[in-house]
């Protein structure tokens, strides 16, 4: 059987490909990651499905062999340094280039939490639609929020929570808008695997968006609203 420094990745066909980087997200192998998704990009994928297929699918593997405790977190961090890699070749190829902005987001993770992948992936699709993204990375405190919705005359608030024990952090900054008058001015979309809509209702988001394609949609349908709102008054 060939070993794993036998293989050659632009000699698989695209299902092998896939499945073997699927494998070499999993052994966060960053630079057999960067090969794959230069070869899938040469044979004309969209840049969105090696995202979809390649990237965000192998991660899914590496999330639950981190539930099962097969994988530990130095593992995981190797997967999540190779998935980002991939992730910045194709984030110039989600970016529209000269699209007019349609739209300002701040996006953060919650404090007390580090998780950015997601955050991230929202953000770049958010761009590749054409909505102005100020990502203020991970860990943020309601204040660092809040400073910069004002700051950067936003329109959306994203929020991104990945732990079970962070999450209950938006309602925290969404009290807060509420609290000092500012609730109104934002739409307040939240993310992440462990939310869902019931959790988004309940704290008071405007929406809880499954994935970054839902977020772009969902960020544009309250953008289309608010614009007609505004027309109508
Ligand atoms: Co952590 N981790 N982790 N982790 N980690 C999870 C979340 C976990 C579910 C794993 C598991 O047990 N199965 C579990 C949480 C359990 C729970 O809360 N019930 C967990 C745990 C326990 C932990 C630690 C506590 C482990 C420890 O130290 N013992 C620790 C916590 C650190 C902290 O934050 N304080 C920890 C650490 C880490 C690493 C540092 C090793 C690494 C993060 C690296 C990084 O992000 N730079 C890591 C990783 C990678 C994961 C898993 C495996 C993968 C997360 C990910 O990147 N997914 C994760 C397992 C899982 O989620 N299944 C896990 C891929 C990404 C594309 O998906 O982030 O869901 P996701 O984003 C999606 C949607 O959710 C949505 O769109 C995105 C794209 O489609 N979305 C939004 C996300 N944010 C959004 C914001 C929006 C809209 C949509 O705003 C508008």
């Given at each position: 059987m060939a ?9 698989l066909?695209d ?8 494998d070499?997200l999993?052994d966060?192998?960053k630079?057999?990651?960067e ?26 593997i ?10 530990f977190v ?14 910045a ?6 970016a529209?280039?000269?699209a ?7 996006i ?9 992948i997601?955050?991230?992936l929202?953000g ?13 990375g ?12 004002e ?19 938006m ?18 979309l ?9 959790f ?5 988001a405007?929406a ?8 772009v ?17």
């Amino acid at each position: 059987m060939a070993d794993e420094e036998d293989i050659i990745l632009s000699e698989l066909d695209d299902e092998e490909l896939v499945l073997q980087m699927h494998d070499d997200l999993y052994d966060g192998l960053k630079e057999e990651i960067e090969e794959g998704v230069n070869i899938l990009l040469g044979r004309d994928w969209a840049p969105y499905d090696v995202l979809t297929k390649a990237l965000v699918a192998g991660m899914t593997i590496v999330g639950a062999d981190f539930r099962d405790g097969i994988l530990f977190v130095p593992e995981v961090l190797l997967a999540a340094n190779a998935m980002k890699a991939g992730m910045a070749i194709l984030k110039p190829l989600l970016a529209e280039t000269g699209a007019p902005k349609v739209g300002k987001m701040v996006i953060g993770t919650v404090k007390g939490d580090i998780h950015d992948i997601g955050k991230n992936l929202v953000g770049m699709m958010m761009e590749g639609a054409g909505f102005e993204v100020v990502d203020l990375g991970i860990n943020n405190p309601v204040e660092k929020y809040l400073e910069a919705l004002e700051r950067e005359e936003a329109d959306i608030l994203g929020m991104s929570a990945l732990l079970t024990t962070t999450m209950p952090y938006m309602k925290v900054v969404i009290d807060t808008l509420k609290e000092k008058g500012m609730r109104e001015n934002y739409i307040v979309l939240v993310g992440g695997a462990p939310l869902n809509e019931e959790f988004g209702r309940a704290i008071g988001a405007d929406a809880y968006c499954r994935d970054a394609a839902v977020a772009v949609q969902t960020a544009k349908d309250f953008i289309a609203r608010k614009h007609n709102k505004l027309g109508a008054g």
